[in-house]
């Protein structure tokens, strides 16, 4: 699901202003419904910093832009020229320790502000999610800071150390099992039955909140804005559930529409052998739309066509999947469909990593960056060197990676 801007009555916010939701406030849904229901510009502002400030308690620390610069020892590293580059967004910093809790603050702004509007009144329902890791320690914290129940579906074997703060945080969680008849994620499919019943999807796959996506967003429009970046000429995202890469694929195609840019980065997507079912529905469509050759409207028609017969392109893996890059192993990719067609609009595409690799890209990404990422987080490090294997990447090209995902207990 996307949300549709009007980009023809928006201009792309500039300025220094260090909380991406105040900044960027324009560009947020639950902005536009506000001032449509009279709520001042004033007033979203304080509603956002108010909820950051309980955000800080909560956490620590409250959303700030997070950095986004080359980084010479990497580019030195892997052969880039002094006018390429790579890089590297780091989200290890960001509340709860990945990008997850801006898909969820986006949410939550919005709920807040349809509360204070009056479209909405208590009893409010509960919040719930299906994850075991970044996500639902990132909804914890936020539903925390809002003062709302979460529900949280955790595999049996969710890291110990999560399971505590979840806790701590007050959450309640559900152990959901795999049952071998069964395809799908155990713990997504118990969310969706808890949604049925009522509970709130508070996730990050926009095919359950649509919205989620949009808190994602202002982690591309950070990379849009900032001082001294060269245009990309590729952007190389770790993909599970899809929102990430969708999140980022929307802002870079808002910021052309809104003359900020002139042309999209390559977008690559990165998923480990264990699972990869955005490259086999990329591939599926591919296919189709070889087949159907140039004729007038048939590229627009096979994508209308995918976006309206999913199953055909997006199904479980078949298998249990496994990788020491665990955050991505979503059985499906959930937002599959945004990142399909910013790959086909940017000539990028999907990459396929091994184990091997990722430990490389986790290695490397710690000793070059000091940034203290974990093997998810380094996921897109892995596509960046794969794509150098291949001899796509020039050396004068610049490339951007997000390190998201904080090795926790490191
Ligand atoms: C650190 C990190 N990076 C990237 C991703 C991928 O995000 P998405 O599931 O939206 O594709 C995840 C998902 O859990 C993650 O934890």
Known sequence: MARVLDTASIVFPRGDEPNPFVQYRHLLHSYHVARAHDMADDDYVALVRSLDDQVARVDGRGFRITPFARSAALSEHLGFATDGGVWVKDETGNVSGSHK?????????????????????????????????NAALAAAVVARAAGRALQVFIPPDAPLAVVDR????????????????????????????????????????????????????????????????????RVVIQVGGGALASAVVQAFTESVALGVSTRLPRFHTVQTRGAFPLKRAYDRLAHRILEAGTADGSLQRELRYAATHRSEFMWPWEEEPRSIAHGILDDET????????????????????????????????????????DHTGAAGLAGLLQLGREGVVGPRENVAVILSGVQRGA
Do not use: K
């Not at 049952?179 to 359950?208: H, I, K, M, S």
């Not at 910013?342 to 890209?361: C, I, K």
């Open 101 to 133: 809790a801006r898909h969820l603050m986006g949410i939550m702004i919005y709920l807040q502000v349809l509360e204070r509007i009056g479209l909405v009144r208590p009893p409010l329902p509960t919040l719930a999610i299906a994850s075991c890791g």
């Open 166 to 233: 979840l806790a701590q945080l007050g959450a309640h969680t559900t152990v959901c099992r795999r049952d071998p008849g069964v395809r799908g994620d155990p713990c997504y499919l118990q969310f969706r039955e808890a949604a049925r019943n009522g509970a709130l999807p508070f996730c990050c796959q926009g095919t359950a909140n649509g919205l989620t996506i949009e808190g994602g967003e202002t982690l591309g429009y950070e990379m849009i804005a900032t001082q001294g970046v060269p245009a990309l000429d």
């Open 334 to 373: 959930y937002d599959w469909f945004a990142s399909v067609q910013g790959m086909l609009a940017s000539g990028g595409g999907p990459v396929v990593v091994d184990e091997r690799l990722l430990v490389e890209a986790y290695d490397l990404a710690r000793e070059t960056t000091g940034v203290n990422v």
